[in-house]
C-alpha cells in the first residue's frame, strides 16, 4: 500500500514536534531558538556578541586542552620525519647559509641607503612592536581557515592587525576577544590582501585558494610576471606595513598561483605585528 | 554494595560514552584534515547515528550547545552548526518513526540525503547571508568522506550499541 500524504505529515510531526523519551526541549523549539540566533548574530545584537564572546574565552581554552593528545601525536609523527631527512636538510642548509653570509653585507648597505633615500623623498618610515602569541587551536575546516592566539584586546590587539611567523605574513586579526583573537590565514577565500610583486614592482590583490597557497586577482594579461617572483604587502590601505614577504609567484597555465613562505600546519608561537609611523 | 555501586557509576560512563565523544570532537574538531586528502564531519556521523538508533543517548538541549562550541571553534556564525546537527536529529527522527525494520544500508542512503540537505543549507547560508566564500570542492570531498565513513563507524557504533546498551534493548 502507498504511503499517504497523511502518514508522510505525521511523521513529520511526530520527529519535529513530539517530545522523545528523556528529552527536556523540542526539536522544533531548538531548531527556531537556531534560526534566531542566526539572523541576531547577523545583525550584530549585542547580547549576540557578548554571548559569543563568553564562549569563545571559555571554549578556546578548553579546546586547547581538548586537542593536546592529538597536537602531540601530530608533532611526533612530524620529529620522525624530519629525524629521516636530517642528513640531506643539513647539507642544503649548510649551502643555503654560505649564501646568505655573502648577501648580508649587501643588505645592510641596501637598508641604510633606502633610509637615507626615504627621509630625502620625506616617505614615512615605520618602526614595529612584537607581541608574539602563542596558536591555542589551528584546525582548518573546509569552511574557514584560521588559528585562535592567546592575545587579545588585553594585549592591545585591534582588528586588521598583521600576525607574522618569522619575518614572513601569514595573515590578519578579524576578531579579538578580552584574552583571544582569531587570525584569518592568507589561505582562506576571504582573505584579500593587496600585494607588490617584485621585480617589477606590479600591484595585485592576494587572495586565498582555500587550500595551502594563493591567487593574484585583478591583475591584467599583459603584466610580464616572472616565475619565481616575489609577493609583498604593498601597504595600500594603511592596514598593513609594505615590504613584509608573503610567497613566491608559482606560474600554471591560467594563473598565477603564490606559495607562501609560511608553513600553515607548523604554527605554535606567532607575532602580532603594531606599525608605528616614525616622524622623519 | 561499593562494588555495585562503583559498577553502575562505570555503567552511566558508557551510556554517556556517545555524548562525551561529540563534546570531544566539536572541541578538537576531529575532522582528519591534516590528511590532506581526506576531510569528514564526524559529529554528523555521530548524531546521526545515535539519534536514529539510540535517540535517549544524546540530549536535544546537549546537542544544540555542542553546535554552539563548534562554531566558536570553527569560526562560523553563532548558531549554524547547532541548527545543522538539529535539522539531522529531525531527519533521523523522521527516519526512526517510518521505518518497522531498521537496515544499516536504508539508513546509510537516507544519511547522504541528510547531509546534501544540511550541507546544501549551511552553504546558502553562508554564502547569501554572511557572504562567506566557500570551496565547493572542498565541501563535496567533505561530505563524500562523510557518507563513506558513516557505514565504517555505524558499524563500530553497533557493536558498541549491543554490548554497552543491551540490557534496554530488549
Redesign the interface.
Known sequence: ME?SRD?FII??R???LKK????????LG??F??????VL??FNFTA?NY??IT??EV??R??FV??LP?KYI?YSYRAVEEHIRFYNDYNLKKEELEKLKSKKYETIFLEAENKRLKKVLNDINYSSELVIAKVL?D??????R?IIINKGSKNNINKGMAVLSDSYLLGKVV?VNYTTS?VLLLSD??SKIPVTIEPGSIQSILSG???NSGVLQYIKDNFPIADESIVYTSGTGGLLKSGIPIGKIKQNENQNNVNFFVDF?QLRYVKVSFYIEEKN | MSEFKKRSIVNNLLRLAPLIILY?SV?????L??LKII?LNFPFILIYYWSLRK??SL???YI?VA???ND?????????S??NY??I???A??L???TLRPNLIKDWVFFLFTILVVNSS?YS??NI??S????YN??F??IFFTFIFYIIFANIFLIYQNKFFKESND
Not at chain 1, 584546525?139 to 574557514?144: N, R, T, W
Not at chain 2, 566558536?72 to 549554524?80: H, N
Not at chain 2, 562567506?132 to 570551496?135: G, K, S, T
Open positions: 504511503p502518514d511523521a513529520i511526530s520527529a519535529f522523545g523519551t528523556k528529552q527536556r526541549f523540542s526539536l531548538l531548531l531558538f537556531s534560526i534566531l540566533l542566526i548574530g547577523k549576540i554571548l559569543k564562549i569563545n571554549v578556546y578548553i579546546s581538548a586537542s592529538e601530530g587551536i584546525k582548518q575546516s573546509p569552511f574557514l584560521s576578531e582569531r577565500l576571504n585558494d582555500g587550500e600546519s | 570531544i572541541l578538537n574538531e576531529i575532522d584534515n591534516y576531510s535517540s535517549e540530549g536535544y538541549g544544540f553546535g554552539l562550541i566558536v571553534v570553527t569560526g562560523l556564525p553563532i548558531g549554524i547547532s541548527f538539529l535539522l536529529c529531525g531527519f527522527a523522521y526512526r518513526t517510518i549551511t547560508v553562508l547571508f554572511f562567506v566564500d566557500l570551496d572542498n565541501l570531498i567533505n
